[in-house]
């Protein structure tokens, strides 16, 4: 995903209803901005084979 | 008593201070009043209450007095002063979770967690400060800025803060803490105190405050590792109220905590210990550790988790998103009663877009993978639990200018502690040394889901090899 703008960040916020002020939408493009970067790498990771695992391994039955 | 006597007191461990309760050798009021007058001495400087049950705990103690008195039955904790994070309900007094959007807030019923204390015989002294709802990066605390014992122009840590700072200040004998990324451990860490995150499910949430329902453990921060054994001994176990603890029997936690480590296999994990993010003289530090774990019988080599250096970043997405939605409608209703940077932080986690929520998800089940790979070779893994000691507070007081300072400020420190709570893994922070500047610095244990009895063993004998612990911050 390409960098967010400003205003972009704006009108998805607006999009869902949420109230921001513009000092609001500054700083919440760069933290939206640094968080898919970080995750950027997540794409090179073999996903797709991923399989869910319980939370709670190797669990007990029920009594 | 004289305040030297009083301080000394004040700074014993829970386990002795049961004991001379049990021989009749002091008083739970005594005990109560010497905690009381601590708070009232220290705590304007350093913010750890945002309650305190002043009336509530003496009538306790004198109620507990009584039962000595009177022989009764005494539990674990009985006579002994703690106090709670500001995020589990307690019946008849006020639950504000840090912020001025519940100050009014008064539930009717105890947490499982603060009805078990109470069923153990602890003395509730009161709530303490955190983050606002128990989200890091808050800016302006609304009850009061908690500060560093050791410095109090530095940062206590959080979301636990003030469980962190009472511990170290000796302003109870042991604290409640809530631990979704790291918000036991860091405080402890920071503060110098020992700080235990439970396997998750090992501890119930019910009436706990929610951020991410996969994550939410509560865990005790105190002076001692046996101390911690004790606290979740009488915290831990299925709740019927909360359908995620889990069934397994709760083990004896103190059974094994004298057997030392010679035998047991300790993988350092390479990238958090000796990465480029971790600060020298936190590297030095914990580096001795394990040589002293090594000095002690453990075989102690290194390990690598390549994904890591990843866990905040995939942290941050998945619990985020799930306090997102913990508070859509305040965030449409009451955008402006929350702190500068909890809102922000909770609006940029409503943009986080669905795709990248799930692959987070995925990649949480990689990196999963590989830490129980890694504890499928090793009892334990041993890293910091921050990468640096405590920074000044102003450093997280100013807005965020840029993207660089978001990884700087959120991303790099949570994947020290992060890695457990992904994982679904118990863990330790307990003081390994100090810095030339005077701050605390943490090692941290990591053991297999349900081991804590591994892992507060390992760091009971660390901390009697060692004198972190006996240290008491100049306040």
Redesign the interface.
């Known amino acids: 995903m390409g960098e967010l703008t400003r205003e972009q960040v704006g009108a998805m916020a607006a999009a869902v209803g949420l109230p921001v002020t513009l000092d609001d939408v500054a700083e919440v493009t760069h933290r939206l901005n640094a968080l898919l970067d970080a995750l950027g790498p997540l794409a090179e990771l073999p996903l797709a084979t991923v399989e869910p695992v319980p939370v709670l391994p190797d669990e007990p039955p029920a009594p | 008593m004289t305040l030297t006597a009083a301080d000394d007191l004040a700074f014993s461990s829970v386990v002795e201070l049961a004991g001379l309760v049990r021989a009749r050798r002091v008083s739970p009021v005594e005990l109560a009043q010497v905690y009381l007058a601590r708070i009232e001495r220290l705590d304007a400087k350093l913010g750890a209450y945002i309650t305190v049950l002043r009336e509530a705990a003496v009538a306790a103690a004198r109620q507990a007095e009584a039962t000595v008195m009177h022989g009764g039955t005494l539990g674990p904790l009985h006579g002994v002063p703690y106090a709670v994070k500001d995020q589990f309900d307690t019946a008849g007094v006020a639950t504000t979770v840090g912020s001025r959007i519940l100050e009014d807030n008064v539930p009717t019923e105890d947490a499982t967690v603060i009805a078990r204390l109470g069923a153990a015989g602890g003395i509730l002294l009161g709530k303490l400060n955190l983050t606002e709802f128990a989200l890091g990066g808050t800016r302006r605390f609304p009850f009061g800025q908690p500060r560093n014992p050791w410095n109090p122009d530095h940062d206590p840590g959080g979301s636990s803060s003030g469980s962190g700072i009472a511990v170290a200040a000796a302003l109870c004998a042991a604290s409640l803490g809530e631990d979704t990324g790291g918000s036991v451990r860091s405080p402890a860490s920071w503060c110098g105190v020992v700080g235990l995150r439970p396997t998750?499910?090992r501890v119930s949430r019910h009436g706990s405050f929610p951020l991410s329902w996969?994550m939410d453990t509560a865990g005790p921060l105190t002076r001692t590792v046996e101390d911690a054994a004790l606290m979740l001994q009488v915290i831990a176990g299925p709740d019927p109220r909360d359908p995620?603890t889990?069934?397994?029997p709760v083990p004896d936690y103190s059974a094994a905590l004298n057997n030392g480590v010679r035998g047991l296999r300790i993988g350092i994990i390479r990238e958090l210990t000796f990465g480029a993010e971790t600060d020298g003289e936190v590297r030095e530090a914990v580096s001795a550790a394990a040589r002293r774990l090594e000095g002690l019988g453990a075989a102690v080599e290194e390990t690598s988790l390549p994904?890591v250096l990843?866990a905040?970043?995939?942290f941050?997405?998945l619990a985020d998103a799930d306090g997102a939605g913990v508070h859509q409608h305040w965030?449409?209703t009451r955008?402006m009663d929350y702190d500068e940077g909890t809102?922000?932080?909770l609006?940029?986690a409503?943009?986080?877009?669905a795709a990248?929520c799930q692959?987070?998800a995925?990649?949480r089940?990689?990196l999963?993978a590989q830490i129980?790979g890694a504890l499928a070779r090793h009892d334990l893994l041993l890293c910091p639990t921050a990468h640096q000691a405590a920074p000044p507070i102003a450093a997280g007081q100013a807005?965020?200018?840029?993207?660089?300072?978001?990884?700087g400020r959120?991303?790099t420190r949570r994947s020290y502690v992060t890695p457990a709570a992904l994982a679904?893994t118990p863990a330790i922070a307990l003081p390994c040394g100090f810095t030339r500047a005077g701050l605390p610095i943490s090692l941290q244990l990591i053991g297999r889901?349900f081991d804590e009895p591994t892992v507060l063993r390992a760091a009971r004998a660390y901390e009697q090899a060692t004198d972190w612990a006996r240290r008491r911050p100049p306040v």
């Open positions: 998750w499910g996969s995620l889990s069934r397994r994904l990843l905040g970043a995939i941050m997405a965030l449409r955008a809102r922000r932080r609006l940029t409503s943009l986080i877009p990248a692959q987070a995925r990649a089940a990689l999963r129980h807005p965020i200018t840029s993207r660089a300072e978001v990884a959120f991303f679904a889901p």
